[in-house]
C-alpha cells in the first residue's frame, strides 16, 4: 500500500475535518526504517511552506521578514516546551541540528570537575557515550543478555560511585531493541545520590508521550531530533534548567553567543543564546515545533496502542519463520511497554544481505548493521568483548576495507504510518528469503534500475 494514502486510522486529524494524509510515502515502498530517520509530516511541509515567505534573520534586522522570524523562532521554543510539559520560566529550550550536536552541546555545558563520573547504559547509541568520554570518567553500567537495564544495577553503581557521579544519561528507547528503561524510576535514582539524568528520547517522542515534570519528579536533560519525528528539516531540541546552560563558555563560539567582544575579551549571552552559534536554523525549529504540536494532537497514547498492536503482530509473524532470530525481549505479548523496533537475524544470511533483498526483490526498508550501537549489539549477539589484541586487528582490517562489515543485525522499525499490510509483507517475504537465500536472478537488473531510478528522482529534485 502507498504510505500516502495511509492514515493511522484510529488517530484523530492533526489538521481539518477530513483525515488528510499524515505522511507523504515513496509509492510502492513499504517503510520500515523509521528509527533512522521518518518523512515529513503533510502538516509540518505545510507549516515550512507557510513560514517561506517569510524567512528572515534571527535577531539580524528591523524589516518584518526579520521581525517576524524572530517572534516565530521564539514561538517555536514555547511549542517545544509545551508538548514535554516544561515551565517557561525555569526551561530553556536549546535548538541545534540533532541529537548528536545537542548532545556534545550539553557535555560542554556543564562545569565538571576531574574525576567527575557520567553513568551511561550499555544500551546507548554511540552519541550518548562518545561525547561524554571527552569531558568525564565515563562508568557503564551493563544492559542484561535482552538488551534490558536492571535498575538494581544502575543503584549498585551510583552507590559505588556516590558522590562523584554528575549525570546518568540513559536513553528513553533503545534504537535497536526498542526497549523503554524506565525514566521516572531512574530520575528518582540519581537524584537520590545527587545526580542530574539526561534523558536520550530520539527513538522515544515520536512514540510516547515524555514529560518534565511529573509532580516531583523531574528529569534535568532532555533531546532529541527533528528528523526522528516527522519534522526531517535539520533541528534538534535539548531541553534543561535555564542555570545549568549558564555555567561554562559554550561548545561552540561565533555570532549570536556574546553581548561584548573587545579585541582580547568576550561576555557570554545567557542560554539558550549563548548555546546557538551562527544564524538559526528558522525553518527546521518551525517544523520540528508544528511536528510536536501534531504528535500531541493526534494523542500519543492512541499512537502507542496501535503499535504495541502492530509490533505484536510483527513479533509472532516473524518468530514463525524457520531460521529467524529475534533480539531482545522474548516477550511477544509487550507485557513491558517497547517502542516498535524488532531487531533480528536469518539464519546463514548476512545481515546486509538480508536487507538488500527485502530492499531489492521486495520494496522492503530496514536497516541493518550495528545501529550505532556497537557495544548493545555485541552483547545481543553474544560476541565476548573484544581484546585489545582483536581490536587492533579488527581496526587494522575494517581501515583497508570500507565496506567492511561488522557483525550485525536487521532492524525493522515502524512509524505512524505502517500498516498491517506493511508488516505482513515484511513476514512474508523473510519467510520467502528464508526457505530461498540465493540472491534472486534478477537481483541485478533490479540494482541497475534502481540505479538509474535514483539518477531520474535526482534530476527532479534540480529541474527545471
Ligand atoms: C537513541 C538515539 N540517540 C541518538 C541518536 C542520534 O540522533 P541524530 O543522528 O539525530 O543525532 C540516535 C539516532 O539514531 C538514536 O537512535
Redesign the pocket.
Known amino acids: 500500500m502507498n504510505a500516502s494514502s495511509r492514515t493511522a486510522p484510529s488517530a484523530k486529524p492533526p489538521l481539518d475535518d477530513k483525515p488528510p494524509p499524515l505522511c507523504e510515502g515513496t509509492p510502492g515502498y513499504v517503510n520500515l526504517d523509521h528509527?533512522?530517520?521518518t518523512p515529513a509530516l503533510v502538516v509540518v511541509k505545510q507549516a515550512v511552506e507557510a513560514a517561506l515567505p517569510y524567512y528572515g534573520g534571527v535577531h539580524r534586522g528591523s524589516g518584518l521578514p526579520s521581525e517576524l522570524s524572530t517572534e516565530l523562532y521564539q514561538r517555536c521554543r514555547l511549542e517545544v516546551l509545551q508538548f514535554l510539559g516544561g515551565d517557561a520560566l525555569r526551561h530553556v529550550v536549546v535548538f541545534g541540528?540533532?541529537?548528536?550536536?545537542?548532545?556534545n552541546v550539553l557535555s560542554h555545558s556543564i562545569a565538571f570537575e576531574p574525576g567527575d563520573v557520567v553513568l551511561v547504559t550499555g544500551l546507548?547509541?554511540?552519541?550518548?557515550d562518545l561525547p561524554w568520554r571527552r569531558v568525564a570518567r565515563v562508568v557503564r553500567v551493563e544492559a542484561d543478555a535482552q538488551g534490558g537495564l536492571s535498575e538494581d544495577a544502575v543503584e549498585a553503581c551510583l552507590k559505588r560511585h556516590q558522590g562523584r557521579v554528575r549525570l546518568l544519561a540513559v536513553?528513553?528507547?533503545?534504537?535497536v531493541t526498542g526497549y523503554m528503561p524506565d525514566i521516572g524510576l531512574l530520575a528518582d535514582l540519581a537524584h537520590r545520590y545527587g545526580a542530574k539524568i539526561f534523558v536520550?528520547?530520539?527513538?522515544?517522542v515520536a512514540h510516547r508521550s515524555l514529560r518534565l515534570v511529573t509532580g516531583e519528579r523531574e528529569l534535568d536533560f532532555v533531546?532529541?531530533?527533528?528528523?526522528?519525528m516527522y519534522a526531517p528539516f535539520g533541528s534538534?531540541a535539548l531541553v534543561g534548567a535555564r542555570e545549568s546552560f549558564e555555567q561554562r563558555p559554550p561548545f561552540a563560539s561565533g555570532g549570536g553567543t556574546v553581548s561584548v567582544v573587545t579585541p582580547d575579551r568576550q561576555s557570554w549571552l545567557n542560554a539558550p543564546h549563548r548555546q546557538e552559534a551562527g544564524t538559526p536554523n528558522l525553518l527546521g525549529a518551525v517544523a520540528l515545533a508544528r511536528a510536536c504540536r501534531a504528535l500531541t494532537s493526534l494523542d500519543l497514547r492512541v499512537v502507542a496502542e496501535r503499535e504495541r498492536t502492530l509490533t505484536r503482530r510483527a513479533l509472532r509473524g516473524l518468530r514463525a519463520i524457520p531460521g529467524l532470530t529475534l533480539y531482545g525481549s522474548p516477550d511477544l505479548e509487550l507485557r513491558r511497554d517497547r517502542v516498535g523496533i524488532v531487531p533480528f537475524n536469518l539464519q546463514g544470511v548476512e545481515h546486509g544481505e538480508v536487507a538488500e533483498a527485502l530492499a531489492l526483490d521486495h520494496g522492503i526498508g530496514v536497516r541493518s548493521g550495528c545501529?550505532?550501537?556497537q557495544p548493545l549489539v555485541t552483547r545481543l549477539l553474544g560476541r565476548p568483548e573484544l581484546s585489545s589484541l582483536e581490536y587492533l586487528a579488527l581496526t587494522r582490517s575494517l581501515r583497508n576495507q570500507p565496506d567492511g562489515r561488522m557483525p550485525g543485525m536487521v532492524r525493522a522499525s515502524l512509524g505512524l504510518c505502517t500498516s498491517e499490510e506493511d508488516i505482513d509483507r515484511l513476514c512474508r517475504a523473510l519467510a520467502e528469503i528464508a526457505a530461498d537465500p540465493r540472491p534472486s536472478r534478477r537481483r541485478d537488473e533490479r540494482r541497475r534500475q534502481r540505479r538509474a531510478e535514483i539518477a531520474r528522482l535526482i534530476m527532479g529534485v534540480f529541474a527545471p
Do not use: P, V, Y
Not at 536520550?200 to 522515544?204: F, R, V
Not at 533531546?223 to 526522528?228: E, I, Q, V
Open positions: 528509527a533512522a530517520t541540528r540533532n541529537t548528536t550536536d545537542l548532545i546507548e547509541h554511540h552519541s550518548n536513553t528513553g528507547a533503545s534504537n536520550d528520547a530520539a527513538q522515544l533531546a532529541f531530533s527533528g528528523h526522528k534538534g545501529f550505532c550501537a
